[in-house]
Nanobody
Framework: QVQLVESGGGLVQPGGSLRLSCAAS????????MSWYRRAPGKERELVAG????????NYADSVKGRFTISRDNSKNTVYLQMNSLKPEDTAVYYC?????????WGQGTQVTVSS
């Protein structure tokens, strides 16, 4: 079955960096687009970044453009989210997403807290 496992979250000071990873299994990873979403306290879940397959074209929410970079390593079945210049408003639970054969799959989420 499809499994997505996120890692890399934590507590970081404003201006700092984190790299999130999402290890995928149970489907042919290289064939599918992957995305990162986040849900901040009291807010709706929002799309942060996406990466297509096979061209690896990327798209970003306006709020993270120029600061976050999504990438994928098909040899490791892993998608990454490099987050730089973090702000307190980036505090959220970050989720990895894959849409496989018409169904959405989600990881368990990883908490990112940006605070001094």
């Amino acid at each position: 079955q499809v499994q997505l496992v996120e890692s890399g979250g934590g507590l970081v000071q404003p201006g700092g960096s984190l790299r999130l990873s999402c290890a995928a299994s149970g489907f042919t990873f290289r064939r599918y687009a992957m995305s990162w979403y986040r849900r901040a306290p009291g807010k709706e879940r929002e799309l942060v970044a996406g990466i297509s397959s096979p061209d690896a074209n990327t798209n970003y929410a306006d709020s993270v453009k120029g600061r976050f970079t999504i990438s994928r390593d098909n040899s490791k079945n892993t998608v990454y989210l490099q987050m730089n210049s973090l702000k307190p408003e980036d505090t959220a639970v970050y989720y990895c997403n894959a849409r496989v054969r018409g169904s959405d799959y989600w990881g368990q989420g990883t908490q990112v807290t940006v605070s001094s």
